[in-house]
């Protein structure tokens, strides 16, 4: 442990984290509209005001007044691809996505949690109009499931299938405006018990379930598409959650500095309010708003209950994603690949694409690097790797594999097809001038370069000098080695 562990330990430190990924499904939760957010200007916008009122046991949330109390008035941005009557809460839900559910299903199944017979859509109170409902549904699909870590088991609360709430797109004192095309993305929602005593332990629990959210192949990537809440309590204190950050390295910081705001209201005799923070990007965290009250579960009457068949349950379980521990382990022992290579590939996606390319042949460790830091260095160069397809790399591979191409070519050639994907790809080799040269072509260049440059002969090493300005001539066309075993042959004979 760390000093800062010990100290942390000794105040008694506990976290929970929940982790929402956005799926990358076909469609919305409960409506055919497209998951994503538009790339395209609003059509139209609708404006709403949200009120606090009694709930079934009369009383009013305090979270709910506390929002109302501010008095908002929201603005929806209607986008026609991405919004139906259903976001506008014009139109009861339709059936939740099967597809989502599966993925959920799968998450909860992998987080060795038990899965209910009967699935219930619920409604959580949503307040600050990021709902047009004022509510968001979620369906609980997994609960008393758990981690391993490192240091010890993580339990997990529950796993819940849910909607994504609409995206800020401007907030003023009294108005914010909301987009509708990022509500009812479905997302899962993984809530792990406050089994967590380091901020290490957070960070490690926080990179296995992306892991394991990331190995079922429909989860969105890039920024905005995971978030994580934290809930930091040390002993005397009160649980205290901090919303919204979105890169790991931050973690460290914000419980390490909730921890000591904790610790320094306790030593002046102040209580520690129970609220809601924000994570700023520095790792410090401001109030956001009380913690809202328990009773925030209500059943959805607008979508029946969805019965489980222990069957379905039971076939899932037996198509499960590989999990990225084993997959890494497979790659190490059936392809030697090192450790870091391995975790690379299966953390960058690579791993179909490399396990498909290792069938024709060519050697696994220069694939594996390829596909990892080679496409990473040429995206550097601002090549658009995105644009490159399997057929692609297998075409480059066949031409490395057939000597058509030197292994010197491979990474200029890639980029070339990255930035014309469409263009045949003799072509592109013959543009770059990267056709391989035969070994009889290299023969005659090798004299012609000894012979207009004799006085290199007469010094020590003079292959050193020649191998540079031959180099110069043939690069990516012939390998290096070659290069010098001719070279050597050549100012032998001369
Ligand atoms: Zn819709």
């Not at 009773?295 to 349950?313: F, G, K, N, S």
Request: hydrophobic share 35%.
């Amino acid at each position: 442990m760390t000093p800062m562990e010990t100290e942390l330990s000794k105040l008694g430190l506990k976290c929970g984290l929940e982790i929402h990924q956005q799926l990358d499904t076909r469609h919305k939760l409960f409506c055919n509209c497209r998951p994503q957010l538009s790339k395209h200007k609003p059509v139209m916008g609708v404006s709403r005001n949200i009120r606090a009122v009694a709930g079934e046991l009369g009383k009013v949330d305090v979270a709910a007044l506390h929002e109302t109390l501010k008095g908002m008035e929201f603005h929806y941005d209607v986008f026609p691809e991405e919004t139906c009557l259903v976001e506008l809460d014009e139109e009861p839900p339709h059936e939740v996505n099967k597809e989502a559910l599966e993925v959920a299903l799968k998450v909860a199944i992998l987080l060795n949690c038990e899965i209910p017979d009967e699935l219930h859509v619920m409604r959580k109170a949503v307040i600050d109009g990021s709902n047009t409902t004022g509510f968001q549904r979620t369906v609980i699909v997994g609960m008393d499931g758990h981690v391993e870590t490192l240091s010890g088991r993580v339990r997990i609360a529950n796993v819940a299938l849910e909607e994504e709430s609409c995206q800020i797109i401007n907030k003023g004192r009294h108005t914010v405006t909301y987009g509708l095309d990022r509500l009812g993305i479905p997302l899962v929602e993984i809530g792990t018990h406050p089994d967590i005593y380091t901020p290490e332990q957070a960070r490690e629990v926080a990179e296995k379930l992306g892991m394991i959210l990331r190995s079922t192949g429909k989860v969105k990537r890039g920024l905005g598409t995971i978030r994580q809440d934290l809930n930091v309590s040390i002993r005397g204190g009160s649980r205290v959650e901090i919303k919204g950050f979105q890169d790991l390295r931050v973690m460290h910081k914000i419980i390490e500095n909730e921890a000591r705001r904790q610790k320094e209201l306790i030593g002046k005799g102040k209580k520690v309010e129970e609220e809601v923070r924000k994570a700023e990007g520095d790792g410090t965290t401001s109030f956001l708003r009380p913690l809202p009250g328990s009773a925030r579960l209500y059943p959805e009457t607008d979508v029946p209950p969805i019965p489980l068949d222990a069957q379905y349950v039971e076939s899932l379980g037996e198509a499960l994603p590989e999990a990225w521990e084993e997959r890494i382990s497979r790659y190490q022992k059936d392809y030697s690949l090192n450790k870091e290579i391995a975790t690379s590939l299966v953390k960058s996606n690579m791993g179909d694409m490399f396990e498909d390319l290792a069938k024709t042949g060519m050697e696994a460790g220069l694939i594996a690097t390829t596909l990892t830091s080679g496409l990473t260095q040429i995206k550097r160069e601002g090549a658009p790797v995105e644009k490159l397809e399997k057929r692609h790399l297998k075409d480059v591979f066949r031409l490395l594999k057939e000597g058509k191409i030197a292994r010197e070519a491979l990474l200029p050639l890639l980029k070339m097809v990255s930035e014309n994907p469409g263009e045949k790809i003799d072509n592109l080799i013959k543009k770059l001038g990267i056709e391989s040269l035969s070994i009889d072509g290299l023969r005659l260049l090798v004299r012609e370069i000894i012979g207009s440059n004799k006085a290199l002969l007469g010094r020590p090493n003079p292959e050193k000098a020649l191998m540079g300005l031959v180099m110069k001539e043939v690069r990516g066309r012939i390998n290096g080695e070659t290069v010098m075993k001719v070279l050597r042959e050549e100012i032998e004979a001369s």
